[in-house]
């Protein structure tokens, strides 16, 4: 119910800022005082407002609420306010019972009295007779269900809906030692993975074990509280005995919830990827339908501790209890997720045999989210760049906001250097989504299940992805990248065994039935024909060429140098480079080079650069768009004002899909180690 109020009141505020003006309609739309309104008109006139296609036909629709000849936002803040009005005053509890004889009817009767619940009785579309439910009769209709657990009696007047109920006290007889199979229809029929649910039977000598372990088993429960048994006898002061234990259990669960670890996102089918009018998206990001489950999530990233706790240690560069663990591998995402379970006892969802996994759809343990229940997670039921808006303010997130999201590449900073924290901070320092999820945005990159790929317009119902690859999908942004790479339909690729001091874990869990296998394989082999290693830069200012310069004198390797056709006019920093720069990149352009190096003779490849507004100079776009680099090694170096690696890594994933690709090495501008940097090779077997 709350969670209902908070999103009807936020709305309120998001369509108050998209709004300019009214709309007008007829007079004849004025509202009259009992007309109620529900959650589906809100959507209506929200959608209307919005220009975006809405569910029914509105012809006709009282939404003129104050009577001034218009559609505008005063109607919809009129309608959201008598809603409001409604759900606080509406009851949370319901009571539903199947009774055939009247006992269990009874029992529920004195909790609807003691609650002040509302009620439901079900019944069969078919009712029960007399000899239906003669149990010393084998061949009864009772006697049959009970003997086939895929029985589903139908019901005769189902409920609309039971969304608006928190806590559902659950009653029936027992019948042959467990619940009848009309309780399974009803609970097959709806969603309670947010709701408490509390079982009572009553019986004349049968337990309620059996029936509480099938109600458990049969459906996704939030919460389901151990019930009772009742006799045909039960006082109304036995059952309110019982009713006040239920209740001090229930407000523990209530109190509890905001300290909650995990929450429940509830799936349903959104725009995946982002539209072409976006303003810095890459192409990889085609708009499409997709559609998710229900599932649990984290509400921030894996801190520090939590993972020194389960894993015995803390690889993370900078050091803090409370923040995001970063530099570890897809490998060491999907063990923690293992050993997470096990020491809950969960079963573990994956099985690890080298480099490949097998995910067990079905394992009720923790689990990397895919790329898709990841994107629709951060949106929040947004379609904005960002959950936030189209803007990043520096109190929205933790990235490397310099020049400010779809700059005009002034070179200036626009939002302030001093904003730029050049590290991670705790996983809950800055405003939650309205999924009450943190930092889906900027801090810690986040590990995926998916391989990257293009997308697959034909999977469009809980995508896994392809079943091999070499970069696994992280998504988010870190600390250390841009505005364009935090978006929530960016997609961020990184070598599976590579870790990144920007990249950590937000792990899930299933809310719902799944089933099956899912195998994740890594496809990239680095091919040893010569031995030999070749050296490929491209510099502008020459903090790169230093750079090159000097590793090519330490391992001997040979050297070229990219260079484009057609300079840039200027060689220097500057607005004027800057601009011509800024553009490709978001064109992403592949401007022609004066020659491009012969690399057939190679296994590995030393690829400088330098870090332009967190990616790869299109020169090296062109350069690896031009050749196969299957079965290569690519190491990559970079120089760098602060961004320290952003997304190149990412870039040459995408653009050198079955290269094997190493850890790199970055440095600041000119600042050369030669003890780093000899490290740095020892590390990649570079002679």
């Known amino acids: 119910m709350k969670r209902l109020i908070a999103f009807l009141a936020s709305g309120i505020m998001a369509v108050t800022v998209s709004m300019t003006g009214g709309i007008a309609t007829r007079a004849d739309e004025i509202i009259t005082k009992n007309i109620t309104y529900t959650i589906q008109d809100i959507k209506n006139l929200q959608n209307f407002l919005l220009t975006k296609p809405t ?29 409001l009005q409604q759900l606080e005053n509406q009851n949370d509890t319901l009571v539903v019972y199947f009774s055939r004889t009247g006992n269990t009817e009874k029992i529920a009767e004195y909790l609807i009295e003691l609650s002040d619940a509302d009620s439901y009785a079900i019944e069969a579309a078919v009712p029960y007779t007399d000899d239906d439910i003669a149990y010393t009769n084998s061949s009864c209709r009772a006697n049959k269900e009970q003997n086939d657990k895929t029985v589903r009696p139908e019901i005769a007047e ?58 458990a088993s049969l459906v996704p429960i939030g919460n389901q509280l151990e019930g009772k048994r009742f006799s045909a006898s039960a006082s109304k002061e036995t059952v309110e005995s019982w009713l006040n234990e239920k209740q001090t259990e229930i407000s523990e669960i209530r109190e509890n919830k905001e300290s909650m670890q995990y929450i429940l996102i509830k799936g349903d089918t959104f725009q995946m990827g982002s539209p072409e009018n976006e303003p810095e998206r890459s192409s990889d990001e085609v708009q499409h339908n997709v559609t998710v489950g229900n599932f649990y999530m984290s509400k921030t990233e894996v801190s520090q501790k939590e993972y020194q706790e389960i894993m015995g240690v803390n690889p993370s560069a900078t050091k803090g209890d ?55 997670a951060a949106r929040a039921n947004t379609v904005t760049p960002f959950n936030f808006g189209d803007y ?12 400010g999201y779809n700059n005009d590449a002034s070179g200036n900073w626009v939002n302030g250097s001093g904003a730029y924290l050049r590290k991670t901070v705790a996983v809950d320092q800055y405003a939650a989504n309205d999924y009450g999820l943190y930092n889906m945005h900027g801090n810690a990159a986040e590990w995926v299940w998916d391989w990257y790929s293009e997308y697959d317009f034909q999977e469009s119902a809980d995508p896994t992805g392809s079943e091999s690859g070499n970069a696994k999908i992280v998504r988010g942004g870190g600390w250390n990248d841009h505005p364009k790479h935090i978006r929530s339909a960016y997609r961020g690729a990184q070598p599976a065994d590579v870790g990144l001091y920007s990249i950590g874990i937000r792990p899930v869990r299933n809310a719902g039935k799944a089933a099956g296998e899912i195998k994740s394989v890594y496809s990239a082999k680095a ?9 490929v830069y491209f510099s502008q200012t020459g903090n790169t060429e230093g750079l090159a310069d000097l590793i090519h004198e330490m391992s001997g390797a040979d050297i070229v140098r990219l260079e484009r056709k057609i300079p840039y006019s200027s060689s220097s920093n500057g607005s004027v480079l800057y601009g011509e720069a800024l553009d490709e990149l978001r064109a992403e352009a592949v401007p022609e080079l004066k020659e491009y190096p012969n690399i057939d003779q190679y296994d590995t490849i030393l690829l400088g650069y330098c870090n332009w507004w967190s990616s790869i100079p299109a020169s090296v776009h062109s350069f690896l ?62 002679n």
């Open 158 to 215: 189902p409920m609309e809906s039971i969304d608006s109920y928190e806590i559902i006290y659950l009653g029936y007889p027992i019948w042959w030692g467990e619940e009848p199979r009309i309780i399974d229809t009803f609970l097959e029929s709806y969603d309670f993975s947010d709701k408490i649910v509390v079982p009572f039977c009553t019986s004349a000598s049968s337990g309620n074990t059996t029936s509480e372990k099938n109600i």
């Open 55 to 83: 569910e029914e036909d509105l012809t006709g629709k009282p939404y003129d609420l104050n009577g001034d000849g218009k559609w505008n936002i005063f109607d919809l803040c009129l309608m959201k306010r008598e809603v």
């Open 625 to 686: 768009l031009h050749d196969d680099f299957s079965g290569k090694t690519i190491v990559p170096f970079c120089s760098m004002g602060g961004g320290r690696f952003g997304q190149t890594i990412s870039a040459i994933a995408k653009l050198a899909p079955d290269s094997v690709i190493k850890e790199g090495l970055e440095v600041t501008y000119s600042s050369y180690d030669r003890d780093e940097i000899d490290k740095w090779m020892k590390a990649n077997n570079i």
């Open 527 to 535: 091919e040893q024909k010569t031995g030999k290693t070749l050296i």
């Open 392 to 403: 990043v303010h520096n109190s929205d997130a933790n990235c490397y906001n310099a020049y």
């Open 322 to 376: 409370n923040l995001p663990v970063t530099n570890i591998t897809w490998y060491d995402a999907v063990q923690y997720c293992n050993k997470l379970s096990q020491k809950e006892g969960l079963t573990p969802c994956y099985t690890i045999s080298g480099t490949t996994v097998t995910w067990k759809k079905a394992a009720n343990g923790y689990r990397l989210p895919t790329e898709a229940e990841w994107e629709y």
